[in-house]
């Protein structure tokens, strides 16, 4: 029975309570300015104002801009009485803060308008953009130190500083924490002296927003200790943020974790200056983009192109009479970086070491990994590469049957035998969910129990898979490094390259678990726990904690960039994290990139790549933020619409997980009577979650089905464009290119869409209703059971009797037409029926749901055949409607299996 431990709010996060009462302040000044003095009205729109203001008070504390001075010089207006520039000034604030126009001038706010003279001053006020960010000074300091520290810092700002801050000061321990939480535009924190532990400025309207800090247990700790610990914490929860400490502490008194967990520790006799150059020159590092940055300084020079393309340059187009419209649309800036030059100030991928090579460890460095590699043509290729690299033939790899094409294929090229791992089936919506440990741990065990362990290199698993099913990584890998303590693991992250920069996500990617776990079993509280627990193992048990001896960490994630974030259509990355890499795979490693990387990588998409490192380091923090917000936004507003209610459901967690996998409880994110579910707890315990950016939306109620609707609907009337359907579902995906008015755009066209069905169903005579509500029970009631991996045919088994299949054999068996037959899909099961096995040759992949339900070498069963039946989909790869199933004939398969049989018998 899962224990529910979800708390609820109103609003999903601090965000969306700041901009609320932002906005209630503004209607509130707004409709007092109206008002007749002395009115009843009057008094009741001051005590609300009242009310807001010391509300604000609370939020406001942890930022910066508009910050708590802004709000004291409303309550002096407030004071005054006057009214109606109280109402200008807040109505002003609230559009700058909705539109985040104050990063790019804050100084919007303190400015007085009135004071500037002429017509060029005005311009050249409204003209300042600059990249604008702030720090976070944590020292307990007087109000009127702070007001001087702001003067002395703001008095060192020059007309050609490329960015300007403003300082928000904490004077506590969890009111640094929780500024951290709050606030994303803070790029660097400086500790000075040790803080006090406990805040003395949480109001209960922050509190239900604050459970990372006020969970943290070290109010115990001396405030010597803190400044050093907060270092710590921030490296976990914002780990791209600058950080600095200011002590007086002698330097063979401060511990060597201290002197390594910040950028840069001053002393307090230092000048001001020095650690205000010390924090824009770390801004400037985290800015600097170096292979876009050579690009476009290439893309100026003057060259003559006596080499490949044409193109380059934009000499054959701007020259054309025919295909100048190509250089219009493009603009002549892509044909000026557009080369072949490996010199020059520009860099060879195959081997580099100029400004790509700095770009992927700038890459790396924001990703977490060791090394990082991009990749040109797409996490497809970046699969075969990992795939090639690790494994040779006949090495075992555990995979899920429902991953990527690209892997099945990668396995055939290098040979491997795949173990496939069945994810559990979710019927009623016609997808699957993602594969339960309990059964990744059977097939070792199994493998284990059959002398097959030595030869199993790596488990495959997809995370988060396309549906939005996140696995809990750190707990896969330390119960199956307990069996097998040197398994390699891929995280294939194709859709969760944007999760290590929000703090929930980040503890389910390969890379931050790698590491975390790295620097666990190298802990001495490790080695004596493990002591201590096999003490207690009898003979013949299995271990449940991964022996320190042997355990090794090899992790490696595959990642499209542009599917969650900012870069061109195929920039992929794969990132590594392995103890063994340089002693053991390197070569190998780069032998499978030089194998399937193109000697002409597309420059515009490096240059994409690294540009979006740029972004999500400076503020990836806030725009993956923000597209949560926006998923929760959408998904409470179509769960609260009665209109949009009637026809669409957005499916919950316990729609996808079932109970067992759900050790909190959590069933859904949002209800409409008890507001937001907190989700903490659930990612950090459940076996899985469910990635809330990924919006499922049922629409079996409609009599539609999913491709139709995706179609017809969506895209040719309203040309919202989605990727993946099911029978009775349709899949929306929020990122952190999502805007509000996006989300606006979309609620609207499911409104359309839903009054439309409406005036639709009026129009239908009887028979025509019949039709459609027999067409809605098929789609709601009727839904195809979903096929398990059936089983290697004996000819194609790696080993008799034991879990694994030879699936290279079996795919080139099929080179050869001579081997194989069409079998029409309708005579598969009378034909089955008369004890005949039919053995697909081929794969077959039905879109949806896009992955194989079979693969070469496996026997069909009856529960294929079915699924297969049922399916109302156009695109079925690897089948052909008028020729039927391409399966093995009996006779080949005969001949096969009397070699297999002979070959083991000489071993």
């Known amino acids: 029975m899962t224990e529910n431990k979800t708390k609820n709010t109103p609003y999903y996060n601090i965000g969306q309570l700041r901009v609320d009462y932002w906005n209630k302040l503004r209607i509130a000044t707004s409709e007092l300015a109206r008002c007749q003095e002395d009115s009843n009205d009057e008094k009741t729109h001051k005590q609300k104002i009242r009310e807001l203001i010391n509300d604000l008070k609370g939020v406001e504390c942890f930022f910066a801009s508009p910050g708590k001075e802004r709000l004291r010089k409303f309550e002096n207006a407030f004071s005054n009485k006057e009214y109606s520039s109280l109402s200008h000034i807040v109505a002003e604030t609230t559009r700058e803060l909705v539109g985040d126009s104050y990063k ?12 500037i003279e002429s017509v060029e001053e005005h311009e050249q006020f409204n003209n300042v953009r600059k990249n604008h960010f702030e720090v976070l000074f944590i020292d307990n300091i007087s109000n009127q130190y702070e007001r001087k520290l702001k003067q002395s810092l703001r008095a060192l700002r020059t007309p050609t500083d490329k960015f300007t801050y403003d300082i928000v000061v904490q004077r506590s321990f969890q009111d640094a924490m929780i500024a951290l939480l709050f606030n994303h535009h803070i790029q660097a924190v400086v500790v000075r002296y040790a803080p006090p532990y406990h805040s003395k400025i949480i109001t209960p309207l922050i509190k239900p927003y604050i459970e990372e800090v006020t969970k943290l247990d070290l109010a115990s700790k001396s405030e010597i200790d803190l400044g050093p610990i907060i270092g710590e914490l921030i490296k976990q929860f914002r780990p791209e943020l600058d950080t600095y400490y200011v002590t007086d502490t002698f330097l063979g008194h401060l511990k060597d974790s201290t002197i390594k967990g910040f950028r840069r520790i001053f002393y307090q006799t230092e000048d001001i200056q020095e650690l205000h150059l010390t924090i824009m020159r770390g801004i400037a590092e985290r800015y600097e983009t170096p292979f876009f940055s050579a690009l476009v300084e290439y893309s100026q020079k003057p060259t003559g192109v006596f080499h490949a393309m044409p193109i380059s340059r934009g000499n054959s187009v701007f020259k054309s009479r025919w295909i100048n419209d190509f250089g219009d649309f493009y603009g002549r800036n892509m044909f000026l970086a557009e080369t072949s030059a490996t010199t020059g100030g520009l860099d060879s991928l195959l081997q580099p070491t100029g400004p790509i090579k700095r770009a992927q460890e700038m890459a790396s460095d924001a990703y977490g990994s060791q090394y990082t590699y991009f990749v040109t043509n797409g996490t497809s290729t970046a699969n075969k590469i990992v795939l090639q690299a690790l494994v040779k033939p006949k090495d075992v790899v555990l995979i899920d049957r429902d991953c990527h094409k690209s892997h099945h294929y990668g396995l055939v090229l290098a040979g491997a035998y795949p173990v496939y791992l069945d994810s559990y089936p979710i019927e009623e919506y016609s997808m699957y969910g993602a594969v339960p440990l309990e059964q990744i741990k059977s097939k070792l065990l199994q493998l284990k129990d059959a002398g097959r ?45 944007f999760a290590g920069f929000a703090y929930n996500y980040k503890q389910r990617t390969g890379m931050f678990t790698a590491k975390k776990l790295y620097e666990k079993y190298h802990s001495t509280e490790y080695r004596k726990k493990y002591d201590e627990y096999v003490k207690g193992l009898s003979n013949g048990d299995q271990s449940l904690l991964p022996d320190p001896e042997k355990v090794r960490i090899r992790v490696y994630a595959t990642q499209s960039i542009h599917k969650t974030l900012s870069s061109f259509r195929q920039g992929s990355m794969i990132h590594i994290w392995d103890e063994d890499f340089r002693r053991k795979t390197e070569n190998t490693f780069l032998e499978a990139y030089m194998t399937h990387t193109s000697t002409s990588p597309n420059y515009q998409m490096l240059a994409s790549l690294d540009i979006g490192r740029r972004q999500v380091q400076l503020e990836g923090f806030e725009l993956v933020e923000k597209s949560i917000e926006l998923a929760m936004v959408l998904r409470a507003k179509i769960n609260d619409n009665s209109q949009l209610s009637k026809y669409f459901d957005v499916l919950t967690v316990q729609d996808f997980i079932p109970d067992k996998y759900r050790k909190t409880g959590l069933s859904e994110y949002y209800t409409k009577h008890q507001g937001w579910n907190h989700m903490n707890e659930a990612w950090a315990e459940d076996e899985f979650v469910l990635d809330p950016t990924k919006i499922t ?32 579902t349709v899949l929306f995906m929020t990122n952190i290119g999502t805007t509000r008015g996006s989300i606006t755009y979309l609620t609207n066209a499911l409104l359309k869409i839903s009054d439309e069905l409406d005036e639709e169903f009026k129009a239908l005579n009887a028979k025509e209703r019949q039709i459609r509500n027999k067409r809605i029970h098929s789609l709601t009631k009727e839904v195809p ?13 790696a080993e008799p009797g034991i879990p694994g299949g030879n699936l290279r054999e079996a795919y080139f068996l099929a080179y050869d037409e001579e081997n194989y037959e069409y079998v029409p899909l309708n005579e598969c099961l009378s034909i089955m029926g008369k004890g005949r096995k039919l053995v697909a040759s081929t794969f077959v992949i039905p879109y949806p749901p896009g992955f194989p339900v079979l693969v070469p070498g496996q026997v069909v069963s009856d529960e294929i055949i079915n699924f297969l039946t049922a399916l109302d989909v156009n695109e079925i790869h690897g089948y052909r409607s008028d020729l039927g199933l391409r399966v093995f004939r009996e006779e080949v398969l005969n001949k096969n299996q009397m070699t297999v049989t002979s070959e083991a018998k000489s071993i």
């Open 104 to 115: 790019s001038n804050p100084d919007y706010l303190e400015i007085d308008e009135h004071s």
């Open 453 to 497: 362990l030595d030869n199993v290199k790596m488990l495959l698993l997809t995370n988060c898979t396309f549906d939005g099913l996140v696995y809990n990584v750190e707990r896969v890998m330390e119960e199956v490094l307990a069996i097998k303590p040197d398994m390699i693991f891929l995280w294939d992250e194709a859709w969760f390259a």
């Open 697 to 728: 939306l049922y629409i079996g109620k409609t009599g539609v089905d999913g491709d139709t609707f995706k179609n017809k609907y969506l895209m040719d009337k309203f040309n919202i464009q989605i990727n993946k359907t099911s029978r009775n």
């Open 785 to 797: 059971p979903l096929p398990d991996f059936s089983y290697f045919h004996p000819s194609f088994r």
